[in-house]
């Protein structure tokens, strides 16, 4: 069996398209206001779906925000199953994805060690 099908991809690419409007749009909570989805692993038998996100409140807030979107899996699920036209929708499973953060980190060495040579340069 094909580990990331042509056709599990599609979908992930369908659902994150689908969240990030359905969170902008239709959730209520304030805790999921937010909430920025990065992408979507679909399983090979599409039956689950590991949403990644991050949150513009940074990573302190992100075991909450983890929390809030969990309790609004059914009502997304059920939102997608209307929008998608599926004819089973992936269970949704939500993670902190905190690569922009660790990418920020680290250019922020970069940018440290290039003033850090400048200075012995001088």
């Known amino acids: 069996m094909k580990r990331h ?3 599990a991809q599609r979908v992930g690419d369908e659902i994150q398209k689908e969240l990030a409007d359905l ?3 239709e959730v209520k909570d304030p805790r999921v206001g937010r ?4 992408r979507v692993d679909v399983s090979a038998d599409l039956a689950h779906a590991t949403v990644h996100f991050t949150d513009l409140a940074g990573g ?6 983890t929390h809030a979107l969990q309790r609004t899996a059914g009502f997304l699920r059920s939102q997608l199953a209307h929008r998608l ?3 089973s929708v992936p269970q ?3 993670a902190y994805d905190d690569s922009i953060e660790a990418g920020m980190r ?3 060495l970069i940018d440290d060690a290039v003033a850090a ?3 012995l340069a001088e």
């Open 92 to 94: 949704l499973h939500f």
């Open 60 to 65: 302190e807030h992100g075991a909450e925000a």
């Open 35 to 38: 909430v920025t989805v990065t």
């Open 106 to 108: 680290l250019s922020q």
């Open 117 to 119: 040579d400048r200075k």
């Open 5 to 7: 099908s042509q056709r």
């Open 23 to 25: 969170l902008r749009n």
């Open 85 to 87: 036209g599926l004819y």
